[in-house]
């Protein structure tokens, strides 16, 4: 079977595969040719791939869509990723990476989430009955 890893800028895997293994929120999965047709989505995730001659290679994934068609044809589609053969260096750099970038902008989107709530509670209040400046006409 095909598979195709890709990001909004580049294809990093293009290649046939006689397995794939992956992990979304249910769990690892594997996947073999005829498989039904399938989707998920991918967190921070390493997908795993067996190729004809035996040999396994790696790919970091960081959030995606994961969809095999027609039994085989097996794309990623990634907000990033980054292939290696080396199962310990993906681990222990590049997923660490991945997952110190995700808590920062999970951060940064609770941060954002505050002042647009303190926004709204402002605007709420200077619309309360009796608030001079609340008035929409005089």
Not at 46 to 68: L, N, T
Not at 105 to 124: D, K, P, T
């Amino acid at each position: 079977m095909r598979l195709r890893i890709s990001t909004p800028l580049a294809v990093v895997v293009d290649e046939d595969a006689l397995a794939v293994r992956a992990e979304d929120d249910s769990g690892s999965f594997g996947i073999l040719p005829g498989h039904a047709d399938f989707l998920t989505s991918l967190a921070i995730s390493v997908v795993e791939w067996k190729r004809a001659d035996g040999s396994r290679h790696y790919c970091a994934v960081r959030r995606g869509m994961f969809s095999v068609s027609a039994g085989k044809q097996v794309a990623v589609a990634s907000r990033e990723a980054i292939a290696d053969d080396d199962l310990a260096t993906l681990d222990a750099t590049v997923l660490a990476r991945f997952r110190a970038d995700s808590e920062q902008e999970r951060h940064e989107h609770f941060e954002s989430i505050q002042l647009q709530l303190n926004a709204i509670r402002r605007i709420v209040s200077q619309l309360q009955p009796g608030n001079a400046r609340g008035r929409l006409f005089t």
